[in-house]
T-cell receptor
Framework: DVKVTQSSRYLVKRTGEKVFLECVQD?????MFWYRQDPGLGLRLIYF???????EKGDIPEGYSVSREKKERFSLILESASTNQTSMYLC???????????????FGQGTRLTVV | DAKTTQPNSMESNEEEPVHLPCNHS???????IHWYRQLPSQGPEYVIH???SNVNNRMASLAIAEDRKSSTLILHRATLRDAAVYYC?????????FGTGTRLKVLA
């Protein structure tokens, strides 16, 4: 069974802390994405990676960074957590077709982060 | 801005068909159209995808407009277990765009 695993379901962190959200996939996919999900705003793309050590900014990258040192692992980093980063964070691992187009996305269970 | 547009919420009676609409007017010619659903406390899960032609699978059907700027997810007989948030999305080589989703309520 294919799997995308996020390291924590729930996290509570203090303002100003550096926060690491980990995502691991076992499908050998090149593409991995990080989204945040907020009520009424749907899924918004933070960063994505299409290969090891490669990263691209999404629509809302401010206050975040990412790391992709190994193909199976894509980490989202909150450099200095703030209360407006309280949200549900979703990692997705994306299957590509032979033409390199993104097809089916496999999501983790999500990490609900609260910054106090 | 690339995005999809969906109604915030819809209701359906159990065992009746449901048509969930989506507009994706900024879609490019080679982008796939996808639908996902999300149950409470879970990540979104794949339902169906297509490119130009209508698609059927065991979960649902996808009807794609001729100009590809809109699509409709069809659940043929809604059950209580179909109550969820449904997301329409489209994807290319370096993008995967989601909208705000439609919350489907199924009435017994």
């Amino acid at each position: 069974d294919v799997k995308v695993t996020q390291s924590s379901r729930y996290l509570v962190k203090r303002t100003g802390e550096k926060v690491f959200l980990e995502c691991v996939q076992d499908m050998d996919h090149e593409n991995m994405f990080w989204y945040r999900q907020d009520p009424g705003l749907g899924l918004r793309l933070i960063y994505f990676s299409y290969d090891v050590k490669m990263k691209e900014k999404g629509d809302i990258p401010e206050g975040y960074s990412v790391s992709r040192e190994k193909k199976e692992r894509f980490s989202l980093i909150l450099e200095s957590a703030s209360t407006n980063q309280t949200s549900m964070y979703l990692c997705a691992s994306i299957l590509r077709d032979r033409a390199g187009m993104n097809t089916e996305a496999f999501f983790g269970q999500g990490t609900r982060l609260t910054v106090v | 801005d690339a995005k999809t547009t969906q109604p915030n919420s819809m209701e359906s009676n159990e065992e009746e068909p449901v048509h969930l609409p989506c507009n994706h007017s900024t879609i490019s010619g080679t982008d796939y159209i996808h639908w996902y659903r999300q149950l409470p406390s879970q990540g979104p899960e794949y339902v169906i995808h297509g490119l130009t032609s209508n698609v059927n699978n065991r979960m649902a059907s996808l009807a794609i407009a001729e100009d590809r700027k809109s699509s409709t997810l069809i659940l043929h007989r809604a059950t209580l277990r179909d109550a969820a948030v449904y997301y329409c999305s489209f994807s290319g080589t370096y993008k995967y765009i989601f909208g705000t989703g439609t919350r489907l309520k199924v009435l017994a």
